[in-house]
């Protein structure tokens, strides 16, 4: 499905090379209208150089980076126009209206009406509080400024990066519900860099992981979730040799194991484990957490280090 849209944002081949060292690595990369794709890679893997390089901050050695079917290299003030950025704390007057200050920003841009400014407003949720000074806002709602503000040219792509630093874990399902919205309801493509992996988790569909300037792993954050179970039964021994001459792969965990297997061969396996008198304590799916992902696809390499202010 999601491959006969067009994509808002191509990577083809993207490289960097600063003085002899090779930043960025033939990096290829699609981002699909309505889809929020997290970045993630350890210290120095090379996303801020593909964020620079993404908004014409920097020039790439070679390969290209596309926006909407256009080369940004070819056309970057057309390319420019359809991308939204978001940094960790977006500047505003804080003695100033929320409005106010949309409307300060609006004028940047060509054709942001009145009437747009109203509808990014009502898209975040700020209607009631929008008339109040920038000061009076918890730094929620300033995030969610921060979205509308970088909403109001009807961007196609909008670039988070570290989104939510200092958010709580339901400021930042709330951030997400937003987020969520209007990237369905303007089919814009959102891109979120962050160094927090629970955020990561909390906010996208699918994860781009880069390591040492090479795109490693691109994966649905749902996807390969389902069959894994987590099977207590003792003796532990007798129980592992069950699933092993069953053809499962297995995995100790806790005092039991985790095993791959597909959730309607599950009650055939009790049956099995009970037939050979095996206590059974615990049958229940395992979702791996993206920790355990990212430091199995990085191969233990360290999550990057949130930034401290
Ligand atoms: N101007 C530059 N000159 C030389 N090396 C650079 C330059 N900019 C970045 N680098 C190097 O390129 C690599 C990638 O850096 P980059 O900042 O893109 O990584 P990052 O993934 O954003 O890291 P972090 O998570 O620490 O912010 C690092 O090894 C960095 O030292």
Redesign the pocket.
């Known amino acids: 499905m999601e491959m006969e849209m067009k994509p808002v944002v191509e990577l083809k081949n993207l490289s960097k090379t600063?003085?002899k060292?090779k930043?960025i690595d033939d990096l290829n990369l699609a981002l699909y209208p309505g889809q929020i794709t997290g970045f993630l890679?350890p210290?120095?893997?090379?996303?801020?150089?593909?964020i620079r390089m993404m908004v014409g901050l920097m020039s790439p050695t070679s390969g290209d980076v596309i926006i909407e079917g256009k080369s940004l290299a070819d056309d970057f003030e057309e390319g420019l126009s359809k991308v939204g950025v978001i940094v960790e704390n977006p500047e505003m007057y804080k003695y100033m209206s929320g409005y106010k200050n949309l409307v300060h920003f609006g004028r940047m841009h060509k054709g942001v009406t009145k009437a747009r400014i109203d509808e990014v407003v009502d898209q975040v949720g700020m209607q009631k509080r929008i008339h109040e000074k920038v000061s009076t806002y918890s730094l929620g709602m300033r995030q969610r400024l921060g979205l509308a503000q970088a909403l109001l040219h009807r961007p196609k792509f909008l670039i988070l990066d570290e989104p939510t630093n200092g958010l709580d874990p339901a400021g930042i399902r709330e951030f997400r519900t937003y987020l969520r919205k209007i990237a369905e309801t303007e089919g814009v493509s959102v891109f979120v860099s962050s160094?927090m992996l629970s955020e990561i988790e909390l906010m996208c569909d699918r994860i781009a992981v880069?390591q040492n300037g090479k795109l490693i792993d691109i994966r649905e954050m749902s996807a390969e979730q389902e069959s894994h179970y987590y099977i207590e039964a003792l003796p532990a021994d007798a129980a592992k040799n069950l699933f092993v001459a069953e053809g499962f792969t297995v995995e100790p965990h806790k005092d039991g194991f985790i095993i791959n297997v597909e959730k309607t061969r599950i009650p055939s396996l009790i049956q099995q484990l009970s037939a050979q008198d095996l206590q059974l304590y615990a049958v229940e799916p395992h979702r791996k957490t993206l920790e355990d992902q990212f430091l199995e696809m990085t191969g233990g390499g360290q999550i990057?280090e949130a930034h401290t202010e």
């Open positions: 600063i003085g060292k930043i890679g210290n120095g893997a090379g996303k801020t150089t593909t160094h880069i990057a």
